[in-house]
């Protein structure tokens, strides 16, 4: 039987197109485990049954958090119909041949160790953004899946999303023309009792239902700290803030629409200025990003007011494309004060958005069925390592030229930054 429906999953995976799509047997769906099932692994378990329920199964979670662990089974059962095996150890479920691929949703920190364990064990990979914690950790992995021949998708979601496609046909048409500089922001805000990146710490986890020593993983030893684990943002052991957690998205993002790869220099400044805790990450960021070719990215981050929100801003000469809260496309011609170039006068400002036009919320899940799709060998995955590791790069500039107070420099050829 397990010969059988591997033998079927191979055979889908060397042929190419939409017939090997579509409903199939328990024996022939390709088999997930799940390792971090916390806010966003617990949400993705629904994505995916959207996504792809009818080619897929979850045969396998895993968490170091009972206390999720009970919560993600009662969301299996609910949504579908099933549960599987858990486990504590991901070497574990790793090891378990009634999983294909994995779904890793765990911190920052342990996305290193984490996909290259799966991809030594033979599993398909869906890492979640930033690709890993430092730049070389980064290489690592993608040297990794080089050799492994296996399917990554890594979670930087914008790149399935209809909206920034279209973005995306619209700069190559050259409807705003030549693009030197874009805007970049996310901005929020909350009340002073709920500070910013200080998630809820479930009142019943204990040292006892929770596995901090697998939670350190290869992070410094620690005495056992709730805030630590389930704040983990807030440390640089663990994240590197606003740079990898959000940031990565959106230059990630403007590197999609501009066709560009990785940032020549990246200047960071910023600081801790209205969440006073004991957080090592700024909670305001600014980064100026310089590209061969000619494009400065100007980024800013704050956590202390939400009114300008989300947006990518591509700055053209003949136009802006604005790509709002994820959720509205503008398309704006430039007017030269009533003295623009006929071909620029013909075009109509564009306004589309996301739910009403394309029925998404965003790309998470058309992002999930594109790795799927990719491992069933339908479709090319859109974010494999490369392109994560891209993304990542420009967000550790960020940290490190904060962290340094320095600028920093991306040497392309010998893939290394240094310091000026
Ligand atoms: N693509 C996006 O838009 C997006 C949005 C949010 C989060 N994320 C990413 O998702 C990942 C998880 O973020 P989150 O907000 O869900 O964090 P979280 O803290 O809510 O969840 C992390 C989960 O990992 C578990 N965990 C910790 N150590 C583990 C270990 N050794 N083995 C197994 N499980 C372990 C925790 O118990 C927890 O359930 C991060 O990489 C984050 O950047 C991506």
């Known amino acids: 039987m397990e010969l059988d429906r591997r033998s079927f999953l191979k055979t889908a995976a060397l042929s190419v197109g939409p017939a090997v799509i579509g409903a199939r047997g328990a024996n022939d769906k390709l088999h997930i485990g799940w390792i971090g099932v916390g806010t966003r692994g617990y949400a993705g378990l629904d994505w995916l049954h959207t996504a792809a329920g009818e080619d897929v199964r979850i045969t396998a979670i895993c968490d170091t958090y009972q206390g999720y662990i009970a919560r993600a089974k009662d969301r299996l059962k609910t949504i579908w119909g099933d549960v599987p095996p858990t486990y504590n150890d991901y070497r574990e479920l790793l090891a378990d041949k009634n999983v294909d691929a994995v779904f890793i949703m765990t911190p920052e ?3 290193h160790d984490m996909t290259i364990a799966a991809l030594e064990a033979g599993k398909h990979v869906y890492i979640e953004k930033p690709l890993a914690h430092t730049i070389e950790e980064g290489f690592e992995i993608v040297r990794a899946w080089e050799k492994s021949g ?7 979601q914008n790149r399935s999303s209809s909206l920034y496609k279209r973005a995306k046909e619209l700069v190559d048409q050259g409807m705003i023309g030549d693009v030197h500089f874009v805007r970049a922001f996310w901005y929020r805000n909350s009340l002073d009792n709920d500070p910013a990146w200080r998630y809820i710490i479930p009142p019943e986890a204990t040292p006892q239902n929770t596995d901090w020593n697998r939670f350190l993983g290869p992070a410094p030893k620690r005495a056992w700290s709730p805030e630590r684990y389930f704040q983990w943002r807030l440390y640089w052991d663990y994240s590197g803030g606003i740079s990898t957690d959000l940031l990565v998205h959106q230059t990630d993002i403007v590197n999609y629409m501009l066709s560009k790869t990785v940032p020549l220099t990246c200047t960071a400044s910023g600081g801790t200025y209205r969440w ?3 957080r090592d990450v700024p909670d305001t960021l600014s980064a100026i990003y310089e590209y061969p070719g000619g494009l400065q990215i100007n980024y800013s981050c704050y956590f202390g007011n939400v009114y300008y929100g989300y947006g990518e801003q591509l700055c053209g000469n003949e136009g802006t494309i604005e790509v709002m809260n994820r959720q509205d496309l503008y398309f704006t011609p430039e007017t030269f004060g009533g003295k623009a170039p006929a071909k620029v ?12 036009d394309f029925g998404e919320r965003d790309g998470a899940i058309n992002h999930f069925r594109n790795f799927i799709r990719s491992v069933q060998g339908s479709e090319k995955v859109i974010a494999p390592p490369t392109i994560g590791q891209e993304a990542a790069i ?3 500039m960020a940290t490190l030229s904060f962290r340094n107070q320095k600028r920093v420099i991306w040497d392309q050829s010998a893939n290394r930054y240094s310091l000026a």
């Open 109 to 111: 920190h342990l996305h």
């Open 394 to 396: 420009g967000g550790h």
């Open 345 to 356: 006068a013909a075009r109509k400002p564009i306004h589309l958005n996301g739910k009403t």
């Open 276 to 278: 006073h805790d004991d």
């Open 150 to 156: 296996k399917i990554v998708q890594v979670g930087t």
